[in-house]
Every structure is written in structure tokens, then in C-alpha cells.
């Protein structure tokens, strides 16, 4: 079975939608321009909003995280990054001798605790 690409009332709010720009264009230009005017300065008092309160609440939430890192690379120098090491003379390295082959130590697992003697 194939499926439809656009569902039939998608494909119809489309169609009703571009007619009623074409008409409002051909009968009212003006309310149409003023309608987008609308639309423009709506969107742009969204993206101001966020540009100027919501960026600067999340820099500061930000800064704040930076300083609180910076804190605990002084306290703990070693947890962070690992730092670099002066250069030392290169020793051969060492042969790893044969892994002894492990065994399983078969414990009491079958038995089951007696909690009333606690």
C-alpha cells in the first residue's frame, strides 16, 4: 500500500489559505500589507525579548557555571584535565608477564540467610 503524501484536509487548509492571500492581495493590498506589518513586528518583539532578557538570564546562569568550575580546578588540580608532564628520560617499558589463569571460588550461594537469628 502506498501512502498519500499530504493528508486531504492539510492539501485543503493549503489551497483555502493561498486563495484567501491571492484575494485579499487583488481586493485589499493595504489590509494585507498591514496584516504582514503585524505579523513582522510581532516577530520582532519575540526575537528582541529573547535577544535582550532571556540571552542575558542564561549568560549569567553561564558565568555563574564558569566560576564555579574555575573554583573546583583550584581546589582539586587533578580532577580536570590531566596536566602535562615535564619530559623524562624514556625507560624501555616492561614486558607483561602471563596472566595466571582465574579461577571461580564456589561459595555458599544455595544457602539462604536466616533473618530471625539477626
Known sequence: MRRRAIHPLVGLMI???TLGIV???FAHPTVLFRQLLFVALFLAAIYLFYRFVYQRRTDKDRLSYLKAVR???K???RSGRKQAKPAKLK???KKRTAIPHLTVIEGKKG???NRASF
Open 15 to 17: 489551497l483555502l489559505g
Open 111 to 113: 544457602k539462604k540467610k
Open 91 to 93: 625507560r624501555p617499558l
Open 23 to 25: 484575494y485579499t492581495l
Open 71 to 73: 573554583q573546583s580546578k
Open 75 to 77: 581546589l582539586h588540580p
